[in-house]
């Protein structure tokens, strides 16, 4: 069984930074991509933004692109979510997530994730 655990989210003030992570345990897992999403309340599930495992390669939402950076380190099995400028439209639950089979590329859709972590919450204050 594969467990995403995140860790980092907090309180922060309009324009502030929070550097969240997610850290996969459990059975040998090797996935092809991990992904942040976030969910505001009363709002849906929304991609942030997704690494592919192998190669690194990144995309992100357009609300993030710019103000946010992914990371993996794929040796620790951990995945990182740099948010810089921090805005109150960013408050939201925030989970983690992967996909462990198919093709390596960022997958975008909550239907594509085999994985979920419990989310780590996000308030940024005006």
């Known amino acids: 069984q594969v467990q995403l655990v995140e860790s980092g989210g907090g309180l922060v003030q309009v324009g502030g930074s929070l550097r969240l992570s997610c850290e996969s345990s459990g059975r040998t897992f090797r996935p092809v991509s991990m992904a942040w999403f976030r969910q505001a309340p009363g709002k849906g599930r929304e991609f942030v933004a997704s690494?592919?495992?192998?190669?690194?390669?990144?995309e992100y939402s357009d609300s993030a692109r710019g103000r946010f950076t992914l990371s993996r380190d794929a040796a620790k099995s951990v995945m990182r979510l740099q948010m810089s400028n921090l805005k109150p439209e960013d408050t939201a639950l925030y989970y983690c997530a992967a996909r462990e089979w198919s093709a390596s590329r960022v997958y975008h859709g909550t239907s594509d994730q085999d994985y979920w972590g419990q989310g780590t919450q996000v308030t940024v204050s005006s």
């Open positions: 690494i592919t495992w192998a190669g690194g390669r990144s």
